[in-house]
């Protein structure tokens, strides 16, 4: 489109893929750009595009354009969703706004944090800075980007816009306006007022959108992604979702199953993933679960994907360990239709801590209906009673809480030592307090990793992390949809795997003789255009 689209929204490129149809593989974008070679980044980070329209999207990117259009702010042709590779196909004289969704744009993400331990403590270097920030620089620095920055004004939206803002990078790189908070609320009124050329202040923080504001998405999405709630109402005071507040249910007919349909008829996905903050909650009004509303959904959505035939499957991302031990037979019989004949799936679980302090202190709600002194028990309960029904947990847990001492870490310690028997993959993620990050984020990183204790925990967490992804790889390839780099990719894991569990084993020997070493040299986060 020679004259381009008036608005053109996109996403750095590791965002903007589906890696090869597996959304999980995409975690090697927290690797350093030194590892990631441009011909490996485009064909491990391809996106699927006719006339540098992509053809599948990430879900925000996808709920962007959606609202966009429903509320009248743009014509259907005059948006595209697009290829980060191929702006210069989509963005032309008529182009007023390039919206880009990031996920992590200067790789000070949890993910970039774990990564750069994953190395360090395996004796591997790292050099540069993040691919997934690399990723979102090049799109700033495209030159159809630049050669077109007069008349059109640059917007960035997503979860990580707080990486740009807290070190003012937004201005550094020249971005007209941060739109921080869900989209539906503030994000059509605000893309109108550009399109106007009206004065907007530089950020715009939104509040929760309200239910009947969602769209219904037009572009499939990456990983088949289909809301069915957002927001979750336990309170963790650094969590996303908490912003969303109490937890919304989205209707089965009429949305969800639009969007599966879209999932499959237009982009052709065979695994729906039902996206929930907390799945077994849905249709809840507080923390209680209702069961039989979610049971609802399952059938529902498993009947729908069955239709098109027996190889379409559900899955869902998003639990917590206490509602999991709330409603053990509810769990076995969503089982029946997600991991149905011995199929076996993942799951992400936000353990967090072991500490019954830091519990009432920073998640007032993540243990309820239990109480934080219950909740080491109520994990290890929680996952067994997933891994029993088909689930490998991915449980994250966080080093350096607002407030964490050594006693709290030795909490989480004991916590790890009670289900290191099950399948869970034990994800430590370091927290990092804002304003702390652009000169000291890997400096800060490297204190934990020295500490003895927190040290102790991180090298812990990450063995048995590896020992169960060893075990794990052919799942966290299987719907890759290209058979040759599923069979590679699983091969590679699986040995990467095994030889970070023993580069571990060293460093533990190491850190408790007291000779593990700091980093030689600094690394920076800084990229430059």
Known sequence: MREGYKVVLTAEGATASDTLGASVAGFISALPDSYIKPLIARLYFSVRSKDGRALRAPYGLSKVEASLISKGVVNPDDVVIASPY????????????LGIYVMDPLGLSFGSGIVYWILRLAGLPYRGIPFIARSFINVITDPTVKAHRHHMKVVVGGPATWQLTDTGYHRKLGIDL??????ESLGPSTFAKLLNDEPLPPVISAPPAKIEDIPIIRTPSNGGLVEVTRGCGRGCTFCTPTLSGMIK?????????????????????????LHSDEFF??????????????????????????????????????????????????????????NEGGRKTFI?????????????????????PYKPEQYQEVVEQGIGILNDNGWVVVGTMIVNLPGETENDVMYDLELLDRIKKLRVITFPLPFIPMGALRRTYFTMLDKMILDPVRGEFIIQALM?????????????????????????????GKHLSLMLVQRYKEALEELRARRLKPAEKE???APTA
């Open 86 to 97: 191929e702006l210069d196909k989509v963005i032309g004289p008529r182009t007023k706004v």
């Open 348 to 368: 992400e679980m936000g353990i967090e801590t072991g500490s019954p302090r830091l519990l009432r202190k920073l998640m007032p709600g993540k243990a309820l």
């Open 249 to 273: 249910s989205l209707p089965f007919e009429g949305h969800i199953d639009r969007e599966i349909r879209t999932n499959i008829e237009v982009g052709g996905i065979k695994d729906i993933n």
């Open 178 to 183: 941060i739109y921080d908070g869900e989209f």
């Open 523 to 525: 690394v920076s986060v």
């Open 281 to 338: 909650r849905y249709g809840a009004s507080g923390i209680e679960p209702r069961p039989e509303k979610v049971l609802d959904l399952t059938r529902k959505a498993y009947k729908l994907v069955k239709s098109y035939g027996e190889e379409y499957t559900i899955s869902t991302d998003f639990t917590t360990a206490a509602v999991v031990v709330h409603s053990p037979k509810l769990v076995e019989q969503v089982a029946e239709y997600i």
């Open 464 to 492: 048995k992390a590896f020992e169960e992804a060893s075990a794990d790889m052919d799942m966290a390839v299987e719907k890759m949809e290209n058979v040759l780099a599923k069979a590679i990719l699983s091969r590679l």
